[in-house]
Every structure is written in structure tokens, then in C-alpha cells.
């Protein structure tokens, strides 16, 4: 019965070697617990993004197409058929460069004939100068015999009869009258000659004409008439004329845009503008160079015009680009990122991070916004450090350890 006793109680102190040692082991783990209360009181990691300064404004993406800066169908002046088809479809030419020439019979006559009636009336204006010439040497004999009588007569009276003193007075009179008819005849002669002189001319304008000419350098994008066709004056009114070929400038283009009713007002010449070609998956730049001002009833719209330079003809006519421009721009103002913004009507609230990464709760006023910042008009200051991301782990008087993220660009454009 003592050794059973001795076996309990050697039992019960070997259980309570073991319970010491066990909390013995369990104490430093038990005692680094304040530590870690104490490290918790130091704050939890937050993300936070600084207020600063920079540009911020709204950008208008626009789609439009190119098209050439002149295009033009090009018509014949006069009637006739087509003898000379010189360029085709794709040509490129210079201005002044014939393109077509045409055959009129009827015009070279009409030419032949103002040409004979203006050697005639030269050969009219001659002989009327000569009548004059001899018609004004009739007269000064005639007058100057006639004079020498009437100065005798009157010397002399009775010396020389009147009679014969009345008929050299008459033929006087008649050899001035007509000098008098030859310079009206010759008068008619040199109207008659300007006149089949204008006709000539006009005939060989209209000659000049069958001579289809470039008005300005591009490329021929359309040919509507083959060698051999008539073709109708364009002039004519009566008559659907048809073009001989159709002429497009591709040296200049022209991206033709519809800006809405809510922004024209802020469009004017020179407003620069990044243009993104799908096509080419390249952007170009450009500056508006004109626009209607004046909006579409139908989709109120106001057309903008934009020239680009195409040297390279890597642009062609007919393609899509997507213009983006700034608008409403704002240069140096206090912004603050959105996703640290709890919006209230005109204003909202942030989480700043103070001196002492203690958490402060700061009502703030809004502006204009962009696509990640807004404008603060007050509330905050530069530099100050303010809670992104999700805000409901955090509360006012909460101590953080701020990790500040990295943005990029101090302020993003907005889209419309």
C-alpha cells in the first residue's frame, strides 16, 4: 500500500514538473503580446496621394474624314470632240499642264473668218485715210484760189466778176465737205475694224479653249471621257454638260469635323488639335484653320476645318481620324485624385493624413473635374496628404503609416 502511494505521488509531481515547464515555455510568447498591442498603436499602412498643383481641362474627341483642299470637275469651254486624251486616272499634273485637247472644225472657220473681215476693214481704214489725205488737198487749192479772188475783189472792185468769185466760193464749200465725209468714212472704217477685231479675238479665246488645261496641280481621280467622245460646253444651260475629267489637290487635305453645339463657342483659328489616323495607327497634329460659325439646324453641328500638309500622300482622302483638343483648361491649379473624394453637392469630404499620421476628416469645395483629379477651391492645402481607395477602413483619429502612391502625370484631361 506505500509503494502505491509513493507511485500517486511521484505521478502528481511529475504533472506538476510538466505544467511548470509548459508555462515556463508559454511565457516570453504571452509577454511579446503588449509589444504587439503597442505595434498596432503605431498605425496600419494607408495609401495616400498628395495635393498639388497642375493642368487640368476637359478633352473633345471628335471623329471626321479627310477630304481634298480643291476638287473640281473639269469641262470643256466649247463644243467638240475629244482628238487628245493625255492623262488618265492617278496622273499627277501641274497646273497649267493640258490634260485633253479638242477638235472644233466649225471654230477654226469662224477664226479664218474674223481674221479675213479684220484685213478688210485694216484695208477700209487705209483707203479712208488716203480719201482724206486727197480730199483735204482739194480743199486747200479750192480755198486758197478762192481766197486769193475774194482778197482781189476786194483790192480791186469790179476786177473780178461775181460770178465767178461765187463759183470758186462753192467749190471751197464742197471741197471741205467732203473732207469732212472722208474722216466720217474713216471714222466707220476703224469702228468697223474694232469690231471684227473683238470678234477675232473672242474666236481665238474660244480657240485657246479647245486646249484643256489643269487649273491647279493634284491628281486626276476620275476620267469621263475617252478619245474620240463630244463633249458639251460646260456653259451651256441647256444641256447636262459633261466633265472631261475630275481633278482633286491631295498636296493639302482638308479634315472636315462636326463640333457640337455645347463647345463651338470655344473653337477659334489656330486651336491646336492631335489627331489619331486609325488607318496608318499614327497621330498628326494640326490647327483648325477655319469654321462655319454658324451651327446645322438639323444636327447642330458647326463644320471645322482643319489642314494638314500631305507631302509623303500618305493621307488619303476619304479616311476616318479621331481629333482630340483641350478644352476648358485650367493652368496651376490646387488638385486633389478623385477616389479620395466623397462627393456632397458642390463640395465633399477627404481623409487627410496630418503631421502626426493621424487621420483628420476635412470637408472641401470642388471645381471643375477630369478624368482622375479635381480642381479644390478650398480646404486643402499643397503638399497635404490625403486617404485613396477604400475609405471604410479607416476613421477620424485613426494613426496610419502612410505609403504614398505613385501617379504619373500630376493631372489627367477628362473626355467627352
Request: charged share 20%; proline share 4%.
Amino acid at each position: 500500500m506505500t509503494m502505491k502511494k509513493w507511485i500517486i505521488a511521484g505521478a502528481v509531481l511529475a504533472a506538476v514538473c510538466l505544467l511548470a515547464w509548459f508555462w515556463v515555455s508559454r511565457g516570453p510568447s504571452e509577454a511579446e503580446a503588449p509589444g504587439n498591442a503597442a505595434s498596432d498603436s503605431n498605425g496600419v499602412p494607408a495609401a495616400v496621394a498628395r495635393v498639388k498643383r497642375g493642368n487640368i481641362g476637359d478633352t473633345l474627341t471628335i471623329a471626321g474624314a479627310f477630304k481634298p483642299f480643291q476638287e473640281v470637275d473639269v469641262h470643256a469651254k466649247v463644243s467638240g470632240y475629244v482628238q487628245t486624251m493625255n492623262v488618265d486616272v492617278g496622273d499627277h499634273v501641274k497646273e497649267g499642264q493640258t490634260l485633253a485637247v479638242l477638235e472644233v472644225p466649225e471654230l477654226a472657220a469662224e477664226l479664218s473668218g474674223a481674221e479675213a473681215s479684220v484685213r478688210r476693214w485694216q484695208d477700209e481704214v487705209r483707203r479712208a485715210q488716203s480719201d482724206i489725205e486727197r480730199t483735204q488737198s482739194s480743199y486747200t487749192a479750192a480755198h486758197s484760189a478762192y481766197t486769193r479772188l475774194k482778197q482781189a475783189s476786194e483790192t480791186r472792185p469790179g476786177l473780178v466778176a461775181q460770178q465767178e468769185l461765187d463759183d470758186s466760193q462753192a467749190k471751197d464749200l464742197e471741197a471741205q465737205a467732203q473732207v469732212d465725209s472722208a474722216k466720217a468714212a474713216f471714222s466707220s472704217a476703224q469702228q468697223q475694224l474694232e469690231v471684227a477685231e473683238a470678234n477675232r479675238k473672242q474666236y481665238s479665246a474660244l480657240s485657246n479653249y479647245t486646249r484643256i488645261i489643269a487649273p491647279f496641280a493634284g491628281v486626276i481621280t476620275t476620267r469621263y471621257a475617252d478619245t474620240g467622245a463630244l463633249v458639251a460646253a460646260g456653259t451651256s444651260s441647256s444641256t447636262q454638260a459633261m466633265p472631261v475629267v475630275r481633278l482633286a489637290q491631295y498636296s493639302v487635305l482638308r479634315l472636315v469635323l462636326p463640333i457640337p453645339e455645347s463647345v463651338a463657342a470655344q473653337i477659334h483659328v489656330g486651336q491646336t488639335m492631335k489627331v489619331h489616323v486609325q488607318a496608318l495607327n499614327q497621330d498628326f497634329e494640326g490647327k483648325v484653320s477655319r469654321f462655319a460659325d454658324a451651327l446645322n439646324e438639323q444636327t447642330r453641328t458647326m463644320e471645322t476645318e482643319l489642314d494638314f500638309e500631305n507631302r509623303n500622300n500618305r493621307l488619303i482622302p476619304g479616311m476616318y481620324a479621331q481629333a482630340n483638343f483641350s478644352i476648358d483648361q485650367h493652368q496651376a491649379v490646387l488638385t486633389v485624385p478623385l477616389e479620395a473624394v466623397v462627393r456632397a453637392g458642390d463640395g465633399g469630404t477627404v481623409l487627410v493624413v496630418n503631421h502626426q499620421d493621424v487621420i483628420e476628416e476635412r470637408r472641401i469645395q470642388l471645381a471643375q473635374e477630369g478624368s482622375s483629379r479635381a480642381v479644390v477651391l478650398g480646404g486643402l492645402a499643397e503638399g497635404e496628404l490625403v486617404i485613396v481607395g477604400d475609405r471604410s477602413a479607416f476613421h477620424p483619429g485613426q494613426k496610419v503609416i502612410p505609403k504614398e502612391i505613385d501617379e504619373g502625370a500630376p493631372a489627367a484631361e477628362g473626355s467627352r
